[in-house]
Nanobody
Framework: QVQLVESGGGLVQAGGSLRLSCAAS????????VGWFRQAPGKEREFVAN????????SYTDSVKGRFTISRDNAKNTVYLQMNSLKPEDTAVYYC????????????WGQGTQVTVSS
């Protein structure tokens, strides 16, 4: 059974930093694309970042480029999202997800972790 478990969310002031973690189990982690998404109240879920393989291609939505960094540790089956210079508009529930390389959609999702940025 595949599980993705996020942690590291919380309340932070604008300009602060948080690091989210997502621990995966039940899958061959190194062969999966891993991504982070977020959903703010009243809005659709949106893509934040993804990573195809360790040391490989990463992508970011424009609003987080230069502030967020996605990374992964295949030995620990964990993906991270380092979030710096946080803004109130980054407030959302953050989800990690995984999909097979070449798959169009993400197959597995975590339960989400709340990030709240106060102004």
């Amino acid at each position: 059974q595949v599980q993705l478990v996020e942690s590291g969310g919380g309340l932070v002031q604008a300009g602060g930093s948080l690091r989210l973690s997502c621990a995966a189990s039940g899958l061959t982690f190194s062969t999966y694309v891993v991504g982070w998404f977020r959903q703010a109240p009243g809005k659709e879920r949106e893509f934040v970042a993804n990573n195809i393989r360790s040391g490989g291609t990463t992508s970011y939505t424009d609003s987080v480029k230069g502030r967020f960094t996605i990374s992964r540790d295949n030995a620990k089956n964990t993906v991270y999202l380092q979030m710096n210079s946080l803004k109130p508009e980054d407030t959302a529930v953050y989800y990690c997800a995984a999909k097979s390389i070449g798959s169009r959609q993400y197959d597995y999702w975590g339960q989400g972790t709340q990030v709240t940025v106060s102004s």
